[in-house]
């Protein structure tokens, strides 16, 4: 969030000088929109993992690049990439590559070699402006994912906290989703798509997950909206980091997305905050 400095003079002659750091009008309404929702129980109310956002520039102590060069129908680029007015934008661009044909490009990063938890409550609070083929998302995986196989216990759990996939068309449509057991051919997985009337609202909504060796629950602006027993698929209890991305899978439109600065094709992300798991069985 943004804060700007307001300095007052008591005169002329004045010594002193009295600053004030003030939010604007939207950064306030943002704030008290973010605050609305309180942390499921079970969780610590300070954050081991706490990114605002409010640099000049991506913060590499904490964010790596993840995966540059092709990926699907785009390239993966750091420049997608930017931190401006309290927030991260994402986005999806095209260019004329050497080849000279179009070129498409966007970005991902994530914490993997900066932190990584087990269990907890994990959140975002993001929006995004919908283009066809454009998959915005923000999840949570581990290093060792799929290795072994057969035992996602230990190799940990892909955990889709909010995506919007590159094969919907529909701008209203999102899912959750979770995946374990490698990407071939022991690969299992459980989604939930649903559609939001406000998905395209231009305002922040908030999207969670509370991971716990019970289960999984995931909220919207903190309300249930999905939950998976630990009867139902594998609980992780390995150490994991987020990722934020935007990638290009199918569906891209045939004259691309724009060139960088004019391109609509943003995914918009406020914070990301990660609260620890507090119960009696929870990893130390």
Known sequence: MKWTKWCTFPGLIAIAVACVWVMSGADVAAAQEGAKAALPPGFGTTPVFDEEFNGATLDTAKWDYRDLGPRGLAMQTK????????????????????????????????????????YGYWEARLKYHFNRGMQPSFWIQSPTYGN????ARKAGVEMDVFEHTSGTIDPLTYDHAMHWDGYGSAHKWKDHYAQRSDLQDGKYHTWGLAWTPAGYTFYIDGRVDWTLSAAEIPVSQAPEYVI???????????????????????FDVDYVRVYPYEGKDAVK
């Open 244 to 266: 934020l991305s935007t990638e290009v899978r199918k569906n891209a439109p045939a004259g691309g997305y724009g060139k960088p600065g004019v391109s609509t094709a943003t």
């Open 79 to 118: 420049s997608a990439v930017s931190v401006a007015n309290g927030h991260l934008t994402i986005t999806t661009s095209s260019t004329t590559g050497p080849d000279g044909k179009l070129r498409i490009e966007s970005g991902m990063i994530s914490t993997e070699r900066s932190f990584l938890h087990t």
């Open 148 to 151: 072994p196989v057969d035992d």
